[in-house]
């Protein structure tokens, strides 16, 4: 079993490059099934769960073929099967994209319901309440979502009961095919939101209001072709934000959006850091002594959830109490009994952490539960004392392309290690 090992206590110096936003990349690559012309997608993340939905599309007769590791071509004239269903695809979030795509384009699909990191109870239901809102028939047999629309899809007012990603970016990819104009309220705002507008849009598409609490979409006839790319990722900048301030380190990030990362970069400036914005970087230089702060993980422009275990990281080693209130998943605080094997100080009472800072951490041996809890638990690692070991990370491969060799470049000792003789490799040369 692949896992990190680490020896911490090093501040994290240097520039990373950070690639294109994976849960945008995930809704465009679904997209690219809305029409029969080629569509080129630039700044792919090399990642786990984005190369899951490229094989998902094959099996279902679209050509796929990678132009370089970050680009891919994607001919969905092809397609000959509404049924999507492997053991893989089962595993990732996203394959809830299909859904709409699929009954936008074929007026049917059937997909498995959607698995992705057990953070909460992640319901479908918005979707589902706007698939029907759009004249869709949509049932949930054996594990599978199954929808149909003999008639087509029609034009719908649509208010969301709670302000769904997912339920937005898949009534939109339903949506722009559909006839007549279709208006969905309570929207949610997230920078991949807009880009999975953009790109559509690009296509063809009709959508105006994205970024905002309510989308307009006028129903075209046809998508065309396109080459789009994606937008940098907000999270795995804001990984390495984190990064810098837990290690006191110093890191130029480059290739963000930075009023894409404003929620943490006030949190880091709270706390005493020092945060550069340029252009298309920001730089973090971490204090010495960092004060503590309360977050609040909230939709877009809110604080981001997959921020949420970094930051508490982070927060785990300042000079006081900091409270966290996590308002987006119920169950995502399972990260905290990790973290206490490193010596942290951290009380969750439902929704609430309340962390007292400590000086430092210990390496321990952890496992990643979740894509960001392990991400998480590596920046505890780069800042404890010792060796650390992180295990499954299966879960950070999802989302992160080469961490252990972005971090490598800044300094850190770290190692993807296969066999307990690989780890014993690393403790040696490190001494
Ligand atoms: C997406 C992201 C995930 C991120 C989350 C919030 C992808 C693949 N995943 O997940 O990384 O943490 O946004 O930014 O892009 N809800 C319902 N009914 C629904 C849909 C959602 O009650 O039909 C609830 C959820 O339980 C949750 C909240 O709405 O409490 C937000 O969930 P949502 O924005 O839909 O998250 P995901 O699309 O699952």
Do not use: W
């Given at each position: 079993m692949e896992q990190f090992i680490m020896k911490g206590g090093t501040p994290l110096h240097g520039e990373v490059v950070i690639g294109g936003a994976k849960n945008a990349a995930l809704g465009i690559i679904a997209g690219?099934?809305?029409?029969d012309e080629d569509v080129i997608i630039e700044n792919l993340p090399d990642v786990r769960d984005i190369n899951v939905m490229l094989e998902a599309l094959k099996e279902i007769g679209a050509v796929v073929e990678r132009i370089d590791r970050h680009t891919a071509k994607i001919s969905a004239v092809g397609v000959t099967s509404v049924s999507i269903d492997d053991e893989y695809i089962r595993k990732i979030r996203a394959s809830y994209y299909f859904i709409g795509a699929l009954l936008g384009k074929h007026h049917m699909a059937d997909v498995p319901l959607p698995g992705g990191c057990a953070i909460g109870s992640r319901p479908i239901d918005q979707h589902i309440k706007g698939f029907r809102a759009l004249g869709a028939k949509v049932e949930i047999r054996n594990g599978c979502v199954q929808a149909a629309a003999s008639e087509g899809l029609h034009s719908s007012h649509i208010y969301l009961d709670v302000v769904s990603v997912g339920a937005t970016i898949n009534i939109m990819l339903a949506a722009v095919l559909a006839e007549g104009r279709t208006i969905i309220e309570n929207v949610a705002k997230e920078p991949h939101i807009v880009d999975v507008a953009n790109f559509l849009n690009s296509m063809g598409a009709n959508i105006k209001g994205a970024g905002t609490d309510t989308i307009r979409i006028r129903g075209v006839r046809r998508l065309h072709g396109t080459t789009y790319a994606v937008i940098p990722d907000q999270i795995e900048a804001g990984t390495f934000m984190c990064a810098a301030a837990a290690t006191r380190g110093d890191i130029l990030i480059k290739n963000v959006i930075p009023k894409h990362l404003e929620s943490i970069t006030a949190k880091l400036l709270e706390m005493g850091n020092t945060v550069y914005e340029y252009d298309e970087a920001v730089r973090v230089v971490g204090a010495p002594v960092q004060h503590p702060t309360d977050v609040k993980t909230l939709p877009y422009p809110g604080f981001p959830t997959d921020m949420q275990p970094q930051m508490s990281v982070t927060l785990a080693l300042a000079d006081g109490t900091s409270v966290v209130t996590e308002s987006?998943?119920?169950?995502?605080?399972?990260?905290v009994d990790e973290l206490a094997r490193m010596g942290s100080n951290i009380k969750v009472e439902g929704n609430v952490s309340v962390i007292d800072g400590v000086k430092r951490f210990m390496g321990a041996s952890v496992n990643a539960l979740d894509l960001r809890a392990g991400a998480a638990l590596v920046i505890a690692g780069l800042a404890a004392d010792g060796i650390t070991t992180v295990r499954d990370i299966v879960y950070i491969q999802r989302g992160y392309e080469h961490f252990e060799q972005k971090l490598q470049a800044l300094g850190a000792q770290i190692e993807l290690v296969d066999s307990e003789r690989e780890a014993q490799k690393f403790r040696l040369k490190i001494g």
């Amino acid at each position: 079993m692949e896992q990190f090992i680490m020896k911490g206590g090093t501040p994290l110096h240097g520039e990373v490059v950070i690639g294109g936003a994976k849960n945008a990349a995930l809704g465009i690559i679904a997209g690219a099934l809305l029409t029969d012309e080629d569509v080129i997608i630039e700044n792919l993340p090399d990642v786990r769960d984005i190369n899951v939905m490229l094989e998902a599309l094959k099996e279902i007769g679209a050509v796929v073929e990678r132009i370089d590791r970050h680009t891919a071509k994607i001919s969905a004239v092809g397609v000959t099967s509404v049924s999507i269903d492997d053991e893989y695809i089962r595993k990732i979030r996203a394959s809830y994209y299909f859904i709409g795509a699929l009954l936008g384009k074929h007026h049917m699909a059937d997909v498995p319901l959607p698995g992705g990191c057990a953070i909460g109870s992640r319901p479908i239901d918005q979707h589902i309440k706007g698939f029907r809102a759009l004249g869709a028939k949509v049932e949930i047999r054996n594990g599978c979502v199954q929808a149909a629309a003999s008639e087509g899809l029609h034009s719908s007012h649509i208010y969301l009961d709670v302000v769904s990603v997912g339920a937005t970016i898949n009534i939109m990819l339903a949506a722009v095919l559909a006839e007549g104009r279709t208006i969905i309220e309570n929207v949610a705002k997230e920078p991949h939101i807009v880009d999975v507008a953009n790109f559509l849009n690009s296509m063809g598409a009709n959508i105006k209001g994205a970024g905002t609490d309510t989308i307009r979409i006028r129903g075209v006839r046809r998508l065309h072709g396109t080459t789009y790319a994606v937008i940098p990722d907000q999270i795995e900048a804001g990984t390495f934000m984190c990064a810098a301030a837990a290690t006191r380190g110093d890191i130029l990030i480059k290739n963000v959006i930075p009023k894409h990362l404003e929620s943490i970069t006030a949190k880091l400036l709270e706390m005493g850091n020092t945060v550069y914005e340029y252009d298309e970087a920001v730089r973090v230089v971490g204090a010495p002594v960092q004060h503590p702060t309360d977050v609040k993980t909230l939709p877009y422009p809110g604080f981001p959830t997959d921020m949420q275990p970094q930051m508490s990281v982070t927060l785990a080693l300042a000079d006081g109490t900091s409270v966290v209130t996590e308002s987006i998943f119920e169950n995502r605080f399972k990260y905290v009994d990790e973290l206490a094997r490193m010596g942290s100080n951290i009380k969750v009472e439902g929704n609430v952490s309340v962390i007292d800072g400590v000086k430092r951490f210990m390496g321990a041996s952890v496992n990643a539960l979740d894509l960001r809890a392990g991400a998480a638990l590596v920046i505890a690692g780069l800042a404890a004392d010792g060796i650390t070991t992180v295990r499954d990370i299966v879960y950070i491969q999802r989302g992160y392309e080469h961490f252990e060799q972005k971090l490598q470049a800044l300094g850190a000792q770290i190692e993807l290690v296969d066999s307990e003789r690989e780890a014993q490799k690393f403790r040696l040369k490190i001494g």
